[in-house]
């Protein structure tokens, strides 16, 4: 039976940053949200896009070329194969919208930021 | 070049209700926004599961034997094939993540309801 997810709520279930957690999936999709602070590594995914969107906080999206730079409920989608980093100075929630199984740090592997998959909120 | 969507700014862009617009496209999904007032045509699409955030204003969603009501920042996933339809009593500003080109009344033709596929806000 279809229930109602509160998205604070889910928010407020977890502390750690870089490490995404699902609150919901559907047609092969997932939704995210995901604590951040500081900087995650340079990486790009293959074979999906990623979509930001902000729930809290300065969040940076930041490509070789250029920045973007977004507050609460604004949005952008990073396109697969795109090389990129997500940044903020201080703690951000974020929400993402993603293929299920992405990596967060797709091509790269790394000690500190590569989470595990399928974590649930 | 990536940019980042204003979600506020695209809403105060139209003030129609029941037409949904595109404000991100990705993995062969869309983002959308739509203004709800009033109750929607019972409906169920075939193939493709829906999301529904309440960005401002009390929105529900209504199956045959219960209903779930939201408030902002709360979001519900209708699977497949399950007949609902959505209500709001006063004006509601909701974001959709749904396939690309599903029909907003799915498997039924309303002439009041049924919105143009791909409009972009």
Chains 1, 2 share one sequence.
Request: hydrophobic residues 40%.
């Amino acid at each position: 039976m279809p229930v109602g997810i509160n998205i604070g709520e889910k928010f407020a279930s977890f502390a750690e940053h870089w490490r995404p957690k699902v609150v919901a999936e559907l047609n092969g999709q997932e939704v995210k949200i995901v604590k951040v602070q500081g900087e995650f590594p340079w990486h790009h995914h293959d074979d999906g896009d990623e979509f930001f969107l902000v729930w809290k906080g300065e969040f940076r999206v930041e490509f070789r070329d250029h920045i973007v730079s977004l507050r609460p409920g604004e949005c952008v989608v990073v396109r697969r194969g795109v090389e990129h980093r997500t940044c903020a100075d201080e703690e951000a929630q974020v929400l993402l919208f993603e293929p299920k199984g992405v990596v967060n740090t797709g091509n790269v592997r790394d000690q500190t930021f590569t989470a595990p998959n399928g974590s649930q909120a």
